[in-house]
């Protein structure tokens, strides 16, 4: 069992930046895709960045240029750089882990362990 904790939210200014961390823990995590997901009031939960064993990455076009997923292995450790922030990126952010395919990742399927999600705030 994979357990996924989510760190780093809080509450800045239109422009600034965040880093957001996702720590697992319970199982070897480099074999699997991660990825990061937004819940915004109101909204369904959008699919941001996914990242596979190679390194490949996979982006919404909402976030593209903008956040960038990375991971280190030896940390089992998960990060969201979110620079250029804006209004609208408001929201709970988690991480998820699963067996599935890049390509379906950002569509939550195969993604089988989530975390709690850390609450992210930005105001104009």
């Known amino acids: 069992q994979l357990q996924l904790v989510e760190s780093g939210g809080g509450s800045v200014q239109a422009g600034g930046s965040l880093r957001l961390s996702c720590a697992a823990s319970?199982?070897?995590?480099?074999?699997?895709?991660m990825g990061w997901f937004r819940q915004a009031p109101g909204k369904e939960r959008e699919g941001l960045a996914c990242?596979?064993?190679?390194?490949?990455?996979s982006y919404a076009d909402s976030v593209k240029g903008r956040f960038a997923i990375s991971k280190d292995n030896a940390k089992n450790t998960l990060y969201l750089q979110m620079n250029s922030l804006k209004p609208e990126d408001t929201g709970t952010y988690s991480c998820?882990?699963?067996?599935?395919?890049?390509?379906?990742?950002?569509?939550?399927?195969?993604?089988?362990?989530w975390g709690k999600g850390t609450l992210v705030t930005i105001s104009s």
């Open positions: 998820a882990a699963g067996w599935a395919a890049l390509t379906y990742c950002r569509e939550g399927i195969g993604m089988d362990y």
């Open positions: 319970g199982y070897t995590y480099s074999n699997y895709v």
């Open positions: 990242i596979d064993s190679d390194g490949g990455t």
